[in-house]
């Protein structure tokens, strides 16, 4: 077990540590070392569990800089059907196929981790803590440059719903911009959050 009665296993972190050394461009692991301190960051102040989130965190990138036919071999492997938004989108493989890789590869077996790393770049309807935690600290975690991301940094920590918001809509802003298909998720997370924020009961 990795985590066991709240204890996470720190020699199998180690030996995922390496693995990730070795498939990752040295950018993109220090991406992952960021965001699994800044998930179980955010773990902390919104009341997730700080081991699942720093583990969903460190592994959440792991097949970012796969080639496509890798990507391919992962999907075929374990018969996911990708829809068109998908096909017509190489950033969104990673998600899909990360999340197979860590339970089938890695033996990951909690779905809490596996569905937070599933859904970190798309987000979804009715997002659990841990899920919300990695999707945040993607966006806020101490690596990140782009423009508003202090702003982000600001609004993850005074709140947790005003953050998700911002960080939808700057994601949709951004496809919309590049005239890129917009995943039904990110869609569905955003309708959700913000009529749960008005009151409707979803």
């Not at 955010?42 to 700080?50: N, T």
């Amino acid at each position: 077990m990795l985590i066991d009665e709240g204890f996470i296993n720190s020699k199998l972190i180690d030996e995922y540590k390496k693995m990730l050394a070795s498939r990752l461009s040295e950018k993109r692991y220090k991406h992952s070392l960021c965001v699994a301190d800044e998930a179980r960051r955010l773990a902390k102040l919104y009341g997730a569990d700080e081991n699942k989130a720093y583990l969903a965190g460190l592994l959440h990138d792991i097949t970012k800089n796969s080639s496509v036919e890798d990507h391919l071999k992962i999907l075929d492997a374990f018969g996911i059907i990708l829809s068109d938004v998908e096909k017509s989108s190489e950033k969104l493989l990673h998600a899909i196929t990360g999340s197979a890789y860590v339970k089938h590869y890695l033996g990951v077996d909690d779905e809490e981790v596996i569905d937070a790393i599933r859904y970190h770049t798309t987000a979804r309807a009715g997002m659990t803590k841990l899920q919300t935690v990695l999707y945040l600290a993607d966006f806020t975690s101490a690596d990140r440059d782009y423009n508003d991301v202090d702003v982000m940094r600001r609004l993850v920590d005074k709140s947790e719903n005003e953050a998700l918001v911002y960080a939808l809509e700057y994601t949709i802003k951004e496809l919309l911009e590049k005239g890129a298909a917009i995943h039904p998720d990110t869609v569905s997370a955003y309708n959700y959050i913000v009529l749960k924020g008005k009151g409707y009961e979803i």
